[in-house]
């Protein structure tokens, strides 16, 4: 049994976390961020001619791709909402594409650029905001 005093201090890293919790676009670059590292995955699995495990990183890949789209509110977004759904589907075809052809036709950078392209873009949107943040607490 926890005593009142275990208690407190568990509350208390309860509402730290909470000071700490991640902005949207925090989670969105680690989405994106492991998204990218299944892909990085599967094709050093490709490499070492390790099939199984390139396909399993391809289907990581494929799950956050789908979970990416179906939480995002394309249309509120606007005009930017559909490139960055139009983005989606072309890098989920290229993922699920990918897997299925021959090895000497794989070409991995047409899926791993892109990413990489987007994860450079959600670092350069957040670094202002968290200036700006940073500077405020001040």
């Known amino acids: 049994m926890m005593s009142n005093a275990a208690y407190s201090r568990a509350i208390a890293g309860y509402r730290a976390t909470s000071q700490l919790a991640p902005s949207p676009t925090d989670i969105a670059l680690a989405l994106h961020q492991k998204l990218y590292s299944a892909v990085a995955s599967a ?26 789209k179906l939480h995002m509110d394309f249309a509120a977004a606007g005009p930017e909402g559909a490139d960055l759904q139009r983005f989606y589907a072309r890098t989920h075809r290229a993922v699920r594409r990918i897997g299925m ?38």
């Open 101 to 138: 052809l021959p090895k000497r036709n794989r070409e991995w950078s047409i899926v791993t650029d892109p990413i990489q392209n987007m994860v450079r873009s959600i670092i350069n949107i957040s670094t202002p905001q968290q200036i700006i943040s940073n500077n405020t607490i001040q």
């Open 43 to 68: 094709r050093s699995a490709d490499e070492q001619n390790r099939l199984d495990e390139m396909v399993f990183h391809l289907s990581v890949a494929s799950q956050i791709i789908s979970a990416l």
